[in-house]
């Protein structure tokens, strides 16, 4: 896994090196400088620039070295519990019956949950006795083996460049426009940080769900039927080690979409509670997505976060409610929320390499969980690959949230649309990254991105980071950012038929939202007026950020 340059170093006696520079960091590590730095594998520093605006400091000091009893078996239920299980994912609107979806795997606290699943010859899970007697193929298991962030140097596709092939991520743009070796400073100035990660999911997964699309299966089809994969959490993350603060999980999913197909595929994150004597956690999340996607493959693919329960709303006054009706500080209510010392942690890893693959994402992040991090690398690599990202976040109470996106244009002729939206309030912090890299073997790119973000508080606190890297000569790329209130001409406009101005508030709020809620499949969103439809479960967590007291009355606050 390690590449041989590294080894001499592996062996120098010098314990204070590190891949971001030869000599010894300025600054105070959160983390010691061995461990997997020394195999180039970059662990986070809270002054390092991909994780500059995240937590690291609350992530690290929480123990999170439980882990669910019985992982890498699959989970038996009884009846009751099944039923109860199902219960909480209708209620959270994430359930599809056999008939409504194509196939269904059901992971509770990282262990496959057959009862619960419903599989198909292409869709289901991998557990370690598939790996055990080797009956999975080459392409599987290598696509498995790849790590994100460019160390894994081999590209997933060969890429046309003239009379030869482009082969390797670190000689792209070469000779004076390449990143270099993953472990450079240069390539790790530009990395998103989800490496390690990616490294420690293989390592403690105890399960993967398979979704290998055969070549040609729904060719034609504009609305194919989901595949809904489902993470539910308890309370206790399945550990009964009651010495343990916190417990982690480890999903991880491999989605490979065959030439010519056309597949969905629905990931959701659920809540499923626990029981009365059940001890509350805090749990680490850190998740692993990787998607293929083939010659003239289409897939969708649909990302909804919803656990952590619901922040405390008005937590952006001062003390207690201004009209003195009660002595309760919200902000106290948030400090001692369970929640708050969860870490939610995504890498969604996504090439499509062959020729006119299509990959569209609609990116979801509503949960209530101190610390989120979304990543999302889309690389394409062929002529005709076309990426097209949504994404949403909703940020209240004291959370910090982060969403980074790569999309990296290699082979001629690629087209990529991203828009992201943004919603921070109380006294959170939220902040994305979006980077466009244009390489020189990719000519005649046309690229747009436009982050907006709807900033509801003077606590709360955004970071809005768009990038374009272009090599090449021969393109059409913009992008931009945003950050403002809602606009006070389409309040009046409401108001002035007969709309209070709460209720006016609320309805531009939600529109904000629903742009991006319409790119999930239709089977996930349900009915707008059922209390488990998209719509509803999206306006009962608005509600919790809507400004109070004076600010709920304002619309002119701004920012640039």
């Known amino acids: 896994m390690y590449p041989d340059i590294l080894q001499p170093v592996l062996l120098q006696e010098d314990k204070n090196w590190t891949p971001y520079q030869i000599n010894v960091l300025p600054t105070s590590a959160v983390l010691p400088v061995f461990g997997l730095e020394q195999y180039g594998l970059p662990t986070p520093r809270k002054n390092a620039e991909t994780w500059r605006h995240f937590d690291v400091v609350g992530m690290v000091n929480v123990d999170y070295s439980g882990q669910p009893d019985g992982i890498g078996s699959d989970l038996v239920l009884d009846d009751d519990v099944a039923k109860r299980y199902k ?64 160390f894994t140097d081999e590209l997933a596709a060969e890429v046309p460049s003239g009379d030869s092939f482009l082969t390797s991520l670190k000689s792209l743009s070469g000779p004076d426009h390449n ?63 009651d010495e343990k603060d916190g417990a982690s999980c480890h999903p991880r999913i491999l989605a490979i979409a065959g030439e010519g197909s056309s597949s969905s595929l629905v990931q959701s994150y659920i809540d499923l509670g626990g029981t009365d004597d059940a001890v509350n956690k805090a749990k680490l999340n850190n998740g692993f997505t990787q998607i293929y996607i083939k ?11 919803e656990t952590g329960g619901i922040v405390t709303p008005g937590v952006e006054r001062s003390s207690g409610n201004e009209d003195q009706s009660s002595t309760i500080d919200p902000r106290e209510m948030e400090s001692k929320r369970p929640a708050l010392q969860n870490t939610h942690l995504e890498c969604i890893d996504v090439h499509v390499a062959g020729d006119d693959g299509r990959y569209t994402a609609a990116i979801m992040g509503l949960g209530g969980n ?51 939206r943004n919603m921070v309030g109380g006294r959170a912090t939220s902040s994305f990254r979006g980077r466009i890299r244009v390489e020189q073997s990719a000519q005649q790119t046309e690229s747009d991105q436009l982050s907006r973000t709807i900033l509801l508080s003077e606590k709360a606190r955004l970071w809005a980071v768009p990038s374009l890297e272009i090599i090449a000569d021969d393109v059409k790329c913009t992008h931009g950012a945003t950050v403002s209130d809602l606009s006070e001409e389409e309040l009046f406009y409401l108001r002035s038929r007969g709309v209070d101005r709460e209720s006016a508030r609320n309805m531009l709020m939600y529109a904000f939202v629903d742009e991006v809620g319409q790119a999930v499949p239709a089977a996930v969103r349900g009915n707008d007026d059922h209390d488990s439809g998209l719509k509803r479960r999206c306006i009962k967590r608005l509600q919790n950020v809507v400004p109070q007291g004076e600010r709920s009355l304002k619309g002119e606050f701004q920012s640039s």
């Not at 002529?383 to 994404?391: C, K, Q, V």
């Not at 982060?402 to 087209?415: C, D, L, P, R």
Request: contains cysteine; proline residues 3%.
């Open 295 to 305: 010659k003239g493959a289409n897939l969708t693919h649909a990302y909804l976060e």
């Open 87 to 150: 219960s909480a994912m209708k209620e959270g609107g994430i359930w599809l019956d056999n008939e409504e979806c194509a196939a269904r795997l059901v992971y509770v606290d990282g262990k496959y949950c057959p009862i619960l699943s419903k599989c198909t010859d292409y869709v289901r899970n991998l557990s370690r006795k598939d790996f055990a007697d080797d009956s999975l193929s080459d392409e599987i298991l290598n696509n498995l083996n790849r790590l994100p962030d460019g």
């Open 370 to 420: 101190g610390r989120s991090r979304i990543s999302l690398s889309a690389s394409l690599l062929r002529p005709g690959a076309h990426a097209s990202l949504n994404g949403f976040v909703l940020t209240g109470g004291a959370q910090r949230t982060e969403t980074k996106t790569n999309i990296h244009h290699v082979a001629q002729g690629t087209t990529s649309q991203q828009t992201q």
């Open 179 to 241: 990143v270099g070796d993953s472990y450079s400073q240069f390539a790790i100035n530009n990395q998103q940080g989800t490496a390690c990660f990616a490294a420690l999911n293989s390592i403690r997964t105890g399960a993967v769900a398979l979704m290998d699309v055969p070549a040609g299966l729904n060719d034609g089809v504009d609305d194919p039927k989901p595949v809904v994969i489902i993470n539910g959490q308890t309370a206790n993350m399945g550990c009964s080690d």
